[in-house]
Each structure stands twice: as structure tokens, then as C-alpha cells.
């Protein structure tokens, strides 16, 4: 079945490492976007993809980076810039603007 | 720009009465409406859509919403509420220049025997 693969569902990160969060997609889905989740502050974007090989920022990219080197995946790495990361991840992908799919969301934990 | 507001951050109603969640957006183009719904550290699953062909959309799990273009509204209802409805709900908004979901705040509902 086609969907979207979130990995880890739980991450911890100490204070000052990078980590990177996996999304994959066989949905053969042009587009990609990944969204943070707050309590009480719904989905903010962060980055998105709309073709191989190119991203822009959202809402909040502070903190964050991207690569989009193929179709089926767009992986997210939380630098040590970003100060408050605790958080829930969830990555989406579309083929349009009416249809979108979301993984199950990875959960990230500073300790 | 779009931007959604979510009426109310927590719903609280009885088992057998009516669900009303409110959802009002903007857009500067005709827009394309969603709502999801969220279960405890999972992601999001899709109740319904509007995309432009009828104003009153049907659901999943006996949910409905109307697009109401004048009220910049649409508002998510179910006529009776089960104890299984109790999870977060978002409304979210999408046009067709830029491809991206903007999100409401966020709705939870309790749902009280």
C-alpha cells in the first residue's frame, strides 16, 4: 500500500546535537512539507519541496534544514540552532492541492 | 496569504448530542477546505474536503461541513456524538497557486458519557 513513512516515532536529542528525521514517500508525490506541532498552536510549516532539488522555507524554518536529492524523500535535521525543539513532527506529501497524506508524526524529546 | 481561525481551543458535549466545531478562513483565492482529525501521537486523518463542487460535504464517520462563501465559514458538525469522536480536530486551508495547507489552532472535543 502507498503512504508515508515517519521514522523514528520517538527521538530524543541532548542539547547541541543535530538530528534528523526520516520521511519517505511512495505515493510518487511531486510534493513535500514538513509541519511542527505545538500543544494549543495547531501544524506550522517549517519546509516544503515542490519538485526534486529545490525547498523553500515556511513559517518557521529557523533551526531547521532540508534536502530533497530524490523523489521519495525529504528528510529534516533539527540543527543545535534550534533552541526550543521539543516537539511533534509530521511530514505530509501531495500530487495536488486537494489531495494531501500525512505520515504518523515523529516525537522529539530534548534531554 | 490564508490564514484559518478555530472558534473555541476545547469542546466538551455529551454522548447522543450535536457536534459543532467552527472554522472560519481567509483566502484571496476560492480556497480549498479541509478537515483532519488527530488521535493521541498519531497523524492526521482526513474527515472531508471542499473542492469546489458541492457547498455541503460529506464525511467520514458521519461528519459534515458546509462552505458557506459569504460567512468565510466552514463549520464541521456531526448530529451525535460518540465517545470514539473524543480527538483534536483541525480545519486547514489551500489554494490552487500555492500548493500548502495552513492550519486552524486546533479544536479538541471531549465527548462526556
Known amino acids: 500500500d502507498g503512504g508515508i513513512t515517519q521514522s523514528p516515532k520517538y527521538l530524543f536529542r541532548k542539547e547541541g546535537q543535530n538530528v534528523t528525521l526520516s520521511c519517505e514517500q511512495n505515493?510518487?508525490?511531486?510534493?513535500m512539507y514538513w509541519y511542527r506541532q505545538d500543544p494549543g498552536q495547531g501544524l506550522r510549516l517549517i519546509y516544503y519541496?515542490?519538485?526534486?532539488?529545490?525547498?523553500q522555507k515556511g513559517d518557521i524554518a529557523e533551526g531547521y534544514s532540508v534536502s530533497r536529492e530524490k523523489k521519495e524523500s525529504f528528510p529534516l535535521t533539527v540543527t543545535s540552532a534550534q533552541k526550543n525543539p521539543t516537539a511533534f513532527y509530521l511530514c505530509?506529501?501531495?500530487?495536488?492541492?486537494?489531495?494531501?497524506?500525512f505520515g504518523s508524526g515523529t516525537r522529539l524529546t530534548v534531554v | 496569504a490564508q490564514s484559518v481561525t478555530q472558534l473555541g481551543s476545547h469542546v466538551s458535549v455529551s454522548e447522543g448530542a450535536l457536534v459543532l466545531l467552527r472554522c472560519n478562513y481567509s483566502?484571496?483565492?476560492?480556497?480549498?477546505l479541509f478537515w483532519y482529525v488527530q488521535y493521541p501521537n498519531q497523524g492526521l486523518q482526513l474527515l472531508l474536503k471542499?473542492?469546489?463542487?458541492?457547498?455541503l460535504v460529506k464525511g467520514i464517520n458521519g461528519f459534515e461541513a458546509e462552505f458557506k462563501k459569504s460567512e468565510t465559514s466552514f463549520h464541521l458538525t456531526k448530529p451525535s456524538a460518540h465517545m470514539s469522536d473524543a480527538a483534536e480536530y483541525f480545519c486547514?486551508?489551500?489554494?490552487?497557486?500555492?500548493?500548502?495547507?495552513?492550519f486552524g489552532g486546533g479544536t479538541r472535543l471531549m465527548v462526556k458519557p
Open positions: 483566502s484571496s483565492v476560492p480556497p480549498y
Open positions: 471542499y473542492t469546489s463542487a458541492a457547498t
Open positions: 486547514a486551508v489551500s489554494d490552487n497557486a500555492g500548493n500548502m495547507l495552513t
Open positions: 505515493l510518487n508525490h511531486d510534493a
Open positions: 519541496s515542490q519538485i526534486v532539488n529545490d525547498f
Open positions: 505530509a506529501s501531495s500530487a495536488d492541492p486537494a489531495g494531501y497524506t
